[in-house]
C-alpha cells in the first residue's frame, strides 16, 4: 500500500482539470510517442456529448506510474448539476489536487468540492491554472483561495497546503510562478508533491475482504461492472462474497479483477486494501452496497447524495407525427430505460404518475438535459414538459430552492444585468471589479427565476458572460413573476410548412420551422412579438388566379428560422406546452393541440398562471 495514491482532480467547470490530466497521461509514457492517443486532448472525456459541450459529465479513474508508485487519478465532473457524481467518488480518494482557474479564481462549485473534500479529510493540494492568461492575477486568486480554506476547513492542519502554478495546455507545472511561461517545463513538479504530501491509503491489508461500490460499468461479454476501493483485506477472481444492501444480503462469486493500467483495466490474480479495482460476476448490485466476505454483513458508510431540485414529466410522444422518427416509442421501453439510468446516476429519481407519465427529478436544468439528450440519440421518443422546481414543507411553511448565482461579464453590461436579475427577484450579495474590464456580480434567486436565464444573458451580452450557480439552502416561497417570454405563434393547420404562410408569420414575429417541414395544428411555429398567443397557417400557399401582375410575381423572402438547442427548448417553454423530442427533430407544441381544446381548458390554464 506504501506504493500506491488515491487522488481526486476537483475544479469549477472549465478551469484546466481534464487537460492537466491529459498532461499526466502523455507525460507518465503510457502511450508510445507514435500513438494516435498522443495527439488527442480531453483523452477521459471519452462520452460523445462530453466532447461535445466541453465539458466532464461522468466520473472516471486511470492511474499512472512515477517513481515505482502508482497513482490512481479520479477524474470529477466539474458542474453543479453532476455533484452526485463527485460526491460518490470522492471516498476512494485520500487527497485531492483543487485546480482553480488564476483569472476566475475560486468559483461556486470549488466551494462545494472543498467542503467535501473537508468531510473526507482529505488532504488537498492547490493548483493555480491558466496562470499565462492576459488577466490572470495570481496574488488575488492566492487570496481569495486562502479565504476560502480559511471558511470551509475544519482542522487547524487543512489551512496547511502546498501551492503549485500551471499552465495546463503546455502541460506544465512550476513550484513559483515563472518569469517566462515559456520556459520548458512538465507536471514532474506536482506528481512529486503527490508523492510527498498524499498520504498512503491506511486500510487494513489482514482481515476478511470489504469494499463499497462507488461507481457501475458495463461491458457486453463481462456484464456489470462494479468500481471501488478495497476497504479492507485482499480479493481473488472466484473468491465468494456477500452483498449488504437496504435490501437484504445476498450471495455472489467474483468472476474477474481488475485494476486501472494507464487508461486501460488490466486483469490481476489478486488486489489488495487501499486500491481501486473493478470486479465482475455480480449482476444485481447497486451504488452505495457493500461487498464483503461471507458472514460479515455490516455495511460501510456511503456517500450522502445531494437532493434534486428540479423535475419534468416524461412521457410517450403523443403528437401527430409520433413515432416516425424514432426506434422507442412506448411507455414500457421509456421506463425501462429511465429505471436502468437509476442504476449509475444517483443524484436522478423517479416516479410514475396516474396519467401513466413518470416524473424525472434532477440536480439541475444541465443534468436533466443531458439525460434527455442522451435518450434521443439512443432512439428514444419522447414529449417533456416544462421544468419545475420541487418544493419542501419545512416547519409547515412551504419553502423552495435558492441557488448563489455567480456571473463575470465585461463592465459594459452591469446595467443588463442588474435590470434582468432585479426583475426575477435576484438579491444582490456582493459586487466587485475583477480587472479594468470585467465585473463579478453574486446574487442570491430562486431557482425557479434562474430557468432560461443563462441563455438569455448569453444573448444580451454577445456570447461573453461567464454564468455559474451553485444550490444554497431552502426559503419560504417568494413573490409569484409574470410570465417572462412573448406569446407563441401556434400552426392552425397540419401540412407542409410553405413559404408564404411563413411569410405572413414572420410579420408578427420569429419563426422555428423551414419551408419544406412537416407541421401540425397545435404546433408552435415561433414567437410572437406580444405577449399573446396568435393562431396562424404556416401551411397556407398562394392561390394561383388567371390573372397577370407583375407585383404578383415577386420572390418571397425568409428570414432563416431559430433553431433551438434542446436546453434552450426547455427554457422555452411554459406551462401549457410541451417538447416533443425525437432522434431527428425537437418539436415545441401546445399541451392541447385544437382551439377548441384550448378554449375548453381555459380555467385550468389560468390558474396555472
Known sequence: MQNIRNIAVIAHVDHGKTTLIDAFIKQSHIFRD?????????????????????????????????????????DTPGHADFSGEVERTLGMADGALLIVDAQEGPMPQTRFVLKKAFELNLKVIVVINKIDKPNANIQATEHKIGNLFLELATRDDQLEYPTLYAVGKSGKVFTTPPADFNQPGNVIPLLDEVLNYIPAPTNEETGTFKMLVSSLDYNTHLGRILVGKIFRGTIKPGQKVTVVGEDGVKSGQIDKVYVSTGLKRCEVAEAKAGDIVALTGISEVKIGQTLSTSGDNEPLPSAQISEPTLHVTVGPNTSPLCGREGEFTTARQIEARLAHELETNLSLKLEKLENGKYQVSGRGELHLAVLLET????????????????YKTINGQKCEPMEEVNIVAPKDYMGTISQELGKRLGRIKHMEPINDQEMEFVYIMPTRTILGLRSLLLTATKGTVIFNSQFIDFEPVGPFLPKMRKGALIASDSGEALSYGLQAAQERGVTFV????????????????????????????????????????GVIQLTPAIKYSLEQCLDFLESDELLEITPKSLRLRKKYLTSIERRRHREELKNVY
Open 34 to 74: 507514435n500513438e494516435e492517443e498522443m495527439n488527442e486532448t480531453c483523452l477521459l472525456d471519452s462520452n460523445e456529448l462530453e466532447r461535445e459541450r466541453g465539458i466532464t459529465i461522468l466520473a472516471k479513474n486511470i492511474s499512472v506510474n512515477f517513481k515505482g508508485t502508482k497513482i490512481n487519478i479520479i
Open 375 to 390: 435518450l434521443r440519440r439512443e432512439g428514444y421518443e419522447v414529449e417533456v414538459g416544462k421544468p419545475e422546481v420541487i
Open 514 to 553: 423551414e419551408p419544406g417541414e412537416m407541421i401540425y395544428e397545435g404546433q408552435i411555429v415561433g414567437m410572437n412579438q406580444k405577449d399573446e398567443d396568435i393562431e396562424i397557417n404556416a401551411a397556407k400557399g398562394k392561390h394561383l388566379t388567371n390573372m397577370r401582375s407583375k407585383s404578383s410575381d
